[in-house]
């Protein structure tokens, strides 16, 4: 059977293929009208149904006893002990922010907020892993800075701090940033909500902002395409929302004392596809339908089609289905919160999502509520990976302008810059902010404010070198050096939520991409005991049908079980021995991927270092229980740029310098092989670490001596510290401190 | 110290718990005051916490010192209570004409967050009791408007009448003279950029605001 509608070019302009539409005319049994087209494009669009990527995504690890919520509802939920839930997501808001940097990164923090208090949990931290293309670059620079000023701007307003984040500069994201979010909230595990409705008759209660003519379409148009010369800017722009931080400020604590008192028996945020997906997903969830009314919704304009008023992601806005006796009491506490709130549904028992024109009005689409999300396409997209991986693979990738101390210089820098434009103190629970490995949080009841002398870590990382050069195994190290992380600052991993930055799935290679990242997230998630709980996919991350460098992204979630003092910090004390703590790299260890390869030799191929995933579980173990014990003077991650910049961040944060032996050539200080961390334990317990180590099964060598005013890595290798310091620290201020010039 | 002290709640605020959890950790007890309720409920002492107050739209403070609690903070601080404006908190009190001078946006113009260190100039106020002027202290900062600025002969009663209570050692914010902090000429009403509510835990870095905080609860 084909389907000839009217005119293909409708459902095409909304971004739905002839196939799309032909399955809608199945489920239908009859051409859908405008509104009823415009749903379905919004919701079976990449960003809301996965349609790429579900089939590689059921592959991950999802359950372990600790979940109470894995991937699927608003956000992942955990169990963290003494009554406490712990809710977490990850998103991106890749391409608002390629063309409206402030407000896409704004309204990026605005909805994964929304994400956690729909789950009922009060969001208590951020984190911003954020990418960009190169600093020499005026365009990049003005997206940089736009986006750290956006996410400072809404994040500090609406009061949660941003308490960590990663900062990454490469020719791949020029034209195309990443700009992802996570957020985590903390609740009475017995309070925990679902975006359902159920309860024939039961109101759906429009809260927050009105709707407004932004955002129309930014799920199917924006975000789930790619970027050419003749669209990047202006055609776009209006599919951007605007944000309100203080608008959600208010809805945030309306949504919350709502929940206190018991008054909704669903909630769900409005993201993207707006009130056709809360709707929609509401009711379906539920098993039931619904009656949505128009009319009834509080918009911003006059004259709004009802298919803008479906499909507005303006944003700001929440869906509480509540049971008409305490209608009252909701409409109340709007009020005393200044929140605008409108019964637009009415949840019914028939399964089918009536859009209406007053309740007892005009019937303008009828459809069954769950085939806007069970029936949304899922594809097996070829996967082919690069005809030349083979011999990529077998390129040297050690080759290129060698100077140690000059390399070095180059490659280390200070985010202080961007993380000191956020609070990231707010709620007395910051025991280590950003700047450090993982960040660590004290937990407290979040009614009680009691404290549980436990503490939860997080961080976030990703790493598109590695994965461009081996997506299966880069994604694997991508996950250990997470658990590193946090096992810096005393914790054992319990979650993971990823973000899946990725080309256009259109394409066979991308595909293959994604396929070995998911294999690669899956094995290290197994063999660190660690279910992935929620996640996001943003695919289409092109520019002129050049796909970016695939960007898997973790948030490791982990838990303190002492915590009665702040970790060490990653600064060297004076005069006490370092040691190097895991796989041994040796002095043939494989470039490939390193920063140094790209950025200094110029070369994006090779292989990578071997990487023991077994022995990195028993580092984190180790670093992780030392930590915990106080065993340690310092200790730092081995990431991006090698041992060399781990050390130099160390000896900058405390101006204590030291003296490494056999380390001055570019393959000792700058390979990147994975599962490593340095440490530095009193001298007086250097035997007892060092055994404890034999006994543990990790690898642990005397690699230098702490010291001095200046760095060495063996004799002809000599850096000051001040020019170190300096070069690291300028950084950043030199290219975006006296504001950047307008692209 | 059984002093009840207030803790007013704009919409828009967002350190109003971290200041009632500090105090209480301190030994002194604390509730929120609702910003459209004029009564202060008989507390001993008021709050102006940190945040955001609606918004920070139109200026910091701007639209705050036309909530209904607003008049009552000011009638008892002219009946001698003791007032601390807290950051936004201090912005809202030089709003209000309860402090002098004004607080614009940084030099640099960007938000700040992070450890400051800033000396006491006078102890001749409700934060001073237990502490000598030339003490240093580490607080943090967390503002983007914290760049205080005021009239010259206003900045030289300021200066003679003692009211300066804090200056920054290294000024991160271009403020005027290096202030970190004032207060009125009874020295009841204190206005300050630096969070003494976050410096209050060695856990969380710095306990130098407990002695500010315990000063305040017996003022």
Not at chain 2, 18 to 28: E, F, N
Request: overall charge negative.
């Amino acid at each position: 059977m084909s389907v000839a509608p009217e005119d293909a070019s409708v459902h095409r302009a909304l971004g739905l293929s002839d196939e799309e539409y032909e399955h809608i005319y199945e489920l239908l049994e009859r051409h859908p009208n405008h509104l009823e087209l415009a749903m379905y494009s919004v919701m079976w669009s990449e960003h809301c149904s996965y349609k790429s990527s579900k089939i590689h995504l059921k592959r991950l690890p999802t359950d372990a006893p600790w979940v109470l919520v894995g991937p699927g509802e608003n956000a992942g939920v955990i169990d963290v002990g003494d009554d406490i839930a712990v809710a977490i997501r990850i998103e991106s808001h890749n391409h608002p922010s390629a063309i409206e940097p402030y407000q896409g990164a704004a309204t990026g923090v605005g909805g994964i907020l929304r994400d956690i208090f729909t789950m009922g949990a009060r969001p208590i931290a951020v984190m911003d892993p954020l990418r960009f293309g190169p600093l020499d670059d005026p365009r990049s620079r003005w997206i940089a800075e736009g986006v750290i000023s956006g996410v400072s701007g809404y994040g500090n307003s609406v009061g949660v701090p941003t308490v960590g984040g990663e900062l990454v500069f490469d020719e791949t994201y020029k034209g195309n940033p990443l700009v992802n979010v996570l957020a985590m909230g903390v609740l009475p595990a017995e309070r925990l909500v679902l975006g359902q409705a159920s309860g024939v008759g039961n109101l759906a209660i429009l809260l927050g902002a009105s709707t407004g003519r932004d955002g129309i379409g930014g799920v199917s148009v924006l975000a789930s395409a790619g970027f050419d010369e003749n669209s990047e800017d202006a055609d776009k722009r209006p599919s951007v929302q605007v944000g309100d931080p203080f608008e959600e400020k208010r809805l945030l604590e309306a949504c919350l004392e709502l929940l206190d008192e018991g008054l909704v028996s669903g909630i769900q945020d409005l993201g993207g596809a707006g009130i056709t997906c809360a709707t929609s997903e509401t009711a379906s969830r539920g098993g039931a339908g619904m009656d949505v009314d128009v009319s009834a919704i509080h918009s911003r304009e006059e004259g709004m089609e009802p298919f803008e008023l479906m499909t507005s992601e303006s944003q700001e806005r929440m869906l509480a289905i509540v049971e008409p006796q305490h209608l009252e009491r909701v409409l109340e506490i709007s009020a005393q919160w200044e929140i605008t709130a409108s019964v637009i549904g009415r949840v019914t028992g028939n399964g089918q999502l009536r859009i209406l024109n007053g309740f007892d009005g005009e019937v303008l689409a009828e459809l069954p509520a769950s085939t806007l999300h069970d029936d949304a396409p899922e594809y097996d997209r070829p996967i082919a990976p690069p005809d030349d991986l083979d011999q990529r693979r077998l390129t040297d990738a050690s080759q290129g302008p060698v100077d140690c101390v000059e390399n070095l210089l180059a490659l280390v820098c200070d985010p202080s810059w961007v993380y000191r434009q956020y609070d990231h103190q707010l709620f007395l629970n910051t025991v280590v902010g950003p700047g450090s490995d993982g960040t660590l949080l004290r937990l407290r009841h979040p009614t009680s404010g009691n404290e549980t002398g436990r503490g939860l870590a997080l961080s976030t990382d990703g790493n598109h070198r590695w994965c461009y050069v081996d997506p299966y195994q880069g994604t694997k190290m991508v996950v250990a050096e997470a658990v590193m992380n946090i096992a810096c600052v005393g914790a054992y991993p319990l979650a993971v939520v990823n973000c899946l930055n990725f080309g256009n799935p259109e394409h066979p290679e991308v595909m293959w991409q994604l396929s070995e990242a998911v294999d690669g997230m899956s094995e290290a998630c197994i063999a660190f005991n660690s279910p992935v709980v929620g996640g996001n996919v943003s695919l289409y991350n092109e520019t002129n049908t050049v796909d970016i460098a695939p960007t898997p992204v973790v948030g490791v979630i982990g838990m303190h079980p002492t915590l009665s003092e702040p970790p060490p910090s990653i600064g060297l004390p004076p005069d006490s021995p370092l040691l190097l703590l895991g796989q041994e790299a040796g002095p043939d260890a494989s470039m490939g991927g390193s920063r140094w390869a790209w950025e200094i030799g110029g070369c994006k191929d090779g292989s990578l270092p071997t990487f023991d995933l077994a022995q990195a579980v028993r580092t984190a173990a180790l670093v992780a229980e030392s930590v915990q014990k106080q065993r340690l003077e310092a200790v730092h991650d081995v990431g991006e740029g090698g041992i060399a910049v781990a050390v130099a961040e160390m000896a900058i944060e405390t101006g204590v310098g030291a003296r490494l032996d056999g380390y001055d050539n570019h393959i000792s200080m700058f390979n990147e092989s994975g599962g490593r961390v340095l440490v530095v334990v009193p001298s007086d317990a250097l035997e007892e670490f060092l055994e404890e180590a034999a006994n543990k099964k990790v690898t642990a060598q005397v690699i230098g001596r702490t010291g001095g005013s200046s760095l060495e890595f063996g004799p002809t290798v000599k850096v000051p510290l001040d020019v170190l310091t300096a070069a690291s620290r300028n950084k950043l201020p030199e290219a975006l401190g006296q504001g950047t010039i307008s692209a | 110290m059984s002093h009840r002290v207030g803790v007013v709640r704009f919409p828009g605020t967002n350190c109003e718990f971290d200041t009632i959890d500090a105090i209480r950790t301190l030994g002194g007890d604390a509730e929120v005051l609702w910003h459209a309720d004029p009564s202060l409920k008989k507390v001993d002492a008021v709050v102006i916490p940190g945040g955001f107050a609606h918004g920070d739209y139109l200026r910091c403070g701007a639209i705050a010192r036309f909530s209904p609690v607003m008049e009552s903070v000011a009638a008892f601080a002219l009946n001698g209570g003791p007032v601390l404006g807290i950051c936004n908190g201090f912005q809202v009190l030089t709003e209000a004409g309860l402090l002098p001078g004004a607080l614009q946006k940084n030099v640099g113009m960007k938000f700040l967050c992070s450890m400051q260190q800033i000396e006491f100039v006078s102890t001749e106020n409700i934060l001073g009791k237990g502490s000598t002027v030339g003490d240093c202290i580490n607080i943090p900062i967390n503002h983007f408007e914290g760049n205080f600025v005021c009239p010259p002969e206003a900045l030289a009663e300021l200066e003679t009448q003692g009211q300066i209570v804090f200056r920054y050692t290294d000024n991160p914010n271009g403020s005027t003279r290096d202030i970190a902090g004032i207060c009125n000429k009874d020295g009841n009403v204190v206005g300050m950029m630096p969070h003494p509510e976050r410096a209050t835990s060695a856990l969380l870095g710095s306990t130098d605001g407990t002695a500010l905080i315990q000063s305040f609860l017996t003022a």
